[in-house]
């Protein structure tokens, strides 16, 4: 079965003034055409929508919290694999070679450089 069988269109035509009230309330509630309608004849379409936007924005604000978490774990172990990082310079003259341990690292954000 075609979308257009299960969906069909309807028109109509308003005055001016009516339509602009019609597409102020439109805007206002931030529903569609059809949401209108539906609530017309009783459909609660606003707190479904209501419940979608709300889930959106959940999902959102999780998305958010997790990429700050994930970045605050990464800083984390990079800080903690270069702690136990060890560099080796040999001495050119000698061929001593140094131990150089990295210990206490601080971030420092740009803006305090």
């Known amino acids: 079965m075609r979308y257009d069988e299960t969906h069909p269109t309807i028109s109509f035509r ?3 003034s ?17 949401d209108f309608i539906k ?6 379409v606003a707190e479904e929508k209501l419940a ?26 990079t800080i903690a694999g270069i702690e136990r990082m ?9 061929g001593y070679v140094f131990g150089i341990y990295l210990r206490n690292i601080k971030r420092i954000d740009a803006d305090e450089t």
């Open 39 to 44: 609530e017309s004849l009783g459909v609660k």
């Open 14 to 16: 308003l005055d001016f």
């Open 86 to 94: 060890e560099i080796t310079p040999k001495c050119p003259r000698c």
């Open 52 to 77: 979608e936007d709300r889930y959106a924005q959940g999902y959102e604000d999780g998305c958010v919290d997790g990429q700050e978490y994930g970045y605050r774990q990464g800083e984390e172990k």
């Open 18 to 34: 009516t339509k602009a009230r019609l597409a102020e309330y439109i805007r206002q509630r931030k529903i569609s055409y059809a």
